[in-house]
């Protein structure tokens, strides 16, 4: 079983910040790439951010220069530190996982992609 949970989630005015994490536990494996997406209400669901499990990053044009995305490899979490908010900002904000779990066999399962629950954003004034 594997389960990702995000936190830091809020309402905060425009111009101001808010940290993102997300933890994974389970009978994890390895984890890959680990991804933040967002889905603001009636739009598509969008990859805000990547990381790659040597540490490379990836960022959507409109949110690059405002947003950092981390990852703590021992903790098996990743953050994403959002600055100069905006109000097109508000979503739900999801974490993507690509990783392999422990198997019946105490071996590597298939990779998968695991989604966590989702926290909300909301910048207003």
């Known amino acids: 079983q594997v389960q990702l949970v995000e936190s830091g989630g809020g309402l905060v005015q425009p111009g101001g910040s808010l940290r993102l994490s997300c933890a994974a536990s389970?009978?994890?494996?390895?984890?890959?790439?680990m991804d933040w997406y967002r889905q603001a209400p009636g739009k598509q669901r969008e990859l805000v951010a990547s990381?790659?499990?040597?540490?490379?990053?990836n960022y959507a044009d409109s949110v690059k220069g405002r947003c950092t995305i981390s990852r703590d490899n021992a903790k098996n979490m990743v953050y994403l530190q959002m600055n100069s908010l905006k109000p097109e900002d508000t979503a739900v904000y999801y974490c993507n996982v690509d990783l392999t779990a422990y198997s019946d066999s105490g071996g590597p399962s298939p990779r998968f992609r695991y989604w966590g629950q989702g926290t909300q954003v909301t910048v207003s004034s």
């Open positions: 990381i790659t499990s040597g540490g490379r990053t």
């Open positions: 389970g009978s994890i494996f390895s984890i890959y790439a």
